[in-house]
């Protein structure tokens, strides 16, 4: 296996998801690249930090019952006088199972645009949650997160600790903005995690509090002590200006 493509799998491996074919190439790859190995326990880690951050999610009580009901009724419904293909019927069981397994649906509406810099900011979270990098460094390591920072960006993030408020600091991670390396620091919300991104502003009065919602995502953004703050999560508006005030936006109060 060659190391691009040992690269691109490698979260796959972290998670036991690859077929076995794969994994066997995948081990032996792991045996002679020097860059993979860490990359792996760092993917690691991150399942740890994680797991220990949001537990582990019960299904529903019943859900079983549902999907077999579910897949029963597709098997077994009327398709007049021509059969459906074998893979249509599967599709639609798929389709099924995946609407009643899923424990919070996300209504699906019709988002009103969002400045370019919101945009940025909901694609640099939804990516960094389904890349395996949603943290670089995890809180409580032993030192305080903001060195971690040091050398890594031009500025130290202030960072607000609020696990007494159902808030906890996970982890951080840089990430980027606009082409501008920023601050990203990670908080847990219930079963949700919110990307705090932080930069210094860029000068004159600090912005005017603002917030928007993409596909399920609210966002929230505000500028105090010189420096811009974006808060973004999967979680109801009220609930992320909460949270945005938890961390400091003050018009949010």
């Known amino acids: 296996m060659r190391h691009a493509e040992a690269e691109r799998w490698l979260p796959l491996y972290a998670d036991d998801e690859m077929d ?68 249509t019927r599967y599709a639609a069981t798929i389709v099924a199972s995946a609407v009643l397994a899923s424990a919070a649906t996300l209504a699906v509406t019709r988002s009103k645009p969002v400045q370019p810099l919101a945009a940025m900011v909901f694609n640099d979270h939804m990516r960094a949650l389904t890349s395996h990098r949603m943290i670089e460094v995890a809180a409580g390591d032993g030192r305080p997160i903001q060195s971690w920072f040091q050398g890594r960006l031009n500025f130290i993030p202030p960072v607000t600790e609020r696990a007494r408020e159902g808030l906890p600091l996970i982890g951080g991670r840089v990430d980027y903005i606009d082409g501008h390396a920023v601050a990203a620091l990670v908080y847990g919300r219930g079963r949700h995690l919110v990307s705090l991104f932080v930069r210094p502003a860029p000068g004159g009065p600090p912005p005017r509090p603002a917030s928007a919602e993409r596909r399920g995502f609210n966002c929230v953004h505000w500028g105090a002590g010189g420096f811009e703050y974006w808060a973004v999560a999967d979680v109801p508006a009220t609930e992320m200006k909460q949270i945005s005030r938890l961390l400091g936006n003050r018009s949010a109060a």
């Not at 066997?24 to 002679?32: K, P, Q, S, W």
């Not at 991150?46 to 797991?51: D, M, P, Q, R």
């Open 20 to 87: 076995p074919s794969t994994t066997t190439g995948m081990e032996a790859h792991l045996r002679v690249c020097e860059a993979c190995g860490p990359r792996l326990e760092a993917l690691r880690r991150n399942h740890v930090v994680l797991a220990r951050a949001l537990g582990r999610e019960v299904a529903p009580a019943g859900l079983r019952e549902r999907i077999l009901g579910a897949i029963a009724a597709v098997e077994d419904a009327p398709i007049g006088r021509r059969a459906l293909p074998a893979w």
